[in-house]
């Protein structure tokens, strides 16, 4: 059973525009939702989280949205641009477990 | 400041060979160690992961095995590979539910 539910599984944007990636969750218990960045041949990376007492956080282009009743989170990527094509994971974490719950991935293609 | 290698980059071994990557973190003790495996396009499968020493937890009963026979070294084997064992192979650490990847080893099975 998916504990984190992630879409799109692609998209394409054109430079400058707005990418926004979902993710939707069942476990009230979690309390940590990290976002990370794949490049081609890469590990992933921490890109940005937030904990559920916000209902959102910037970091430069980089929004996280959170929305705690609907369960609900997703990553805005404004003035999205070339460099930032890679693979997102939205991901949920449990207090006092021992590993971070994955979406499947959404695959960002920005066009030029 | 902390880090994660991971060894090979790239690897490929044929069928009925074994397996062995390693993957050692620097700069933290104690540290959640895991095995995640990715298919092409695909999300994050959790293999294994380790609270300590000798202390291995499967996620997914398979051709592999994972050990942890030091503190910040965590080895990922198989005494046969399988088709199927092709992917790409991420060795991660975790602190305060924040996990931090190495840079991946691509496996090909032929």
């Known amino acids: 059973q998916q504990q984190v539910k992630q879409s799109p599984q692609s998209l394409i944007v054109q430079k400058g525009g707005i990418s926004i990636i979902n993710c939707a969750y069942e476990?009230?218990?979690?309390?940590?939702f990290p976002w990370y960045q794949q490049f081609p041949g890469k590990g992933p990376a921490l890109l940005i989280a937030?904990?559920?007492?916000?209902s959102e956080k910037k970091e430069g282009r980089f929004t996280i949205s959170f929305n705690k009743s609907a369960k609900q989170f997703s990553l805005h990527i404004m003035d999205s641009q070339p460099g930032d094509s890679a693979t997102y994971f939205c991901?949920?974490?449990?207090?006092?477990?021992?590993?971070?719950?994955f979406g499947t991935g959404t695959r960002l293609t920005v066009i030029p | 400041s902390q880090t994660i290698h991971q060894w090979p980059a790239t690897l490929v071994q044929p069928v009925g060979s074994p397996l062995s990557l390693e993957c050692t973190v620097e700069?933290?003790?104690?540290?959640?160690l895991y095995w995640y495996r990715q298919a092409a396009g695909r999300g994050l499968q959790l293999l294994f992961y380790?609270?300590?020493?000798?202390?291995i937890s499967s996620e997914v009963p398979q051709n592999l095995s994972a050990s942890r026979p030091q503190d910040r070294q965590f080895i990922l084997s198989s005494k046969k590979l399988l088709l199927s064992d092709s992917g790409f192979y991420l060795c991660?650490?975790?602190?305060?539910?924040?996990?931090?990847f190495g840079q991946g080893t691509r496996l090909t099975v032929v």
């Open positions: 991660a650490w975790s602190r305060q539910g924040e996990a931090f």
């Open positions: 476990n009230t218990a979690f309390d940590y």
């Open positions: 937030i904990r559920p007492d916000v």
């Open positions: 991901a949920a974490r449990s207090p006092g477990a021992n590993n971070l719950f």
């Open positions: 700069g933290t003790s104690n540290p959640n």
């Open positions: 380790s609270v300590g020493i000798g202390q």
